[in-house]
């Protein structure tokens, strides 16, 4: 049984940084894509930002995060971490990881996506 759990989120000034990390049990990460979405309040879930399976080739869904997020992994521990830099206000979401066994490639769509974490929150405010 595949699971995934975030962590890291929070809450930080506009212009602060966190690291949010996702872990797996169950499935190996290191040649899946892993996509990252979020969801905020009385909006749809979004996909931020994906790295794939197959070469780790970086995917922005969201052109505000491009230049202040970045995903890589580490695969001895079996994870893979969203790095947010330079928050704003409009970062505050519930973020997720999401992946699927055979997804070697970032999918465009969350329905591509199976697997999924319980979320963690981020807050970005004074």
């Known amino acids: 049984q595949v699971q995934l759990v975030e962590s890291g989120g929070g809450k930080v000034q506009p212009g602060g940084s966190l690291r949010l990390s996702c872990v797996a049990s169950?499935?190996?990460?290191?040649?899946?894509?892993v996509g990252w979405f979020r969801q905020a309040p009385g909006k749809e879930r979004e996909q931020v930002i994906c790295?794939?399976?197959?070469?780790?080739?970086?995917?922005y869904y969201a052109d505000s995060v491009k230049g202040r997020f970045s995903v890589s992994r580490e695969n001895a521990k079996n994870m893979v971490y969203l790095q947010m830099d330079r928050l704003r206000p409009e970062d505050t979401a519930v973020y997720y990881c999401?992946?699927?066994?055979?997804?070697?490639?970032?999918?465009?769509?969350?329905?591509?996506?199976?697997?999924w974490g319980q979320g963690t929150q981020v807050t970005v405010s004074l």
């Open positions: 169950g499935f190996t990460l290191d040649v899946h894509a």
């Open positions: 790295i794939n399976g197959s070469d780790n080739t970086t995917y």
């Open positions: 999401a992946t699927a066994r055979g997804l070697r490639y970032c999918g465009d769509t969350e329905y591509e996506y199976d697997d």
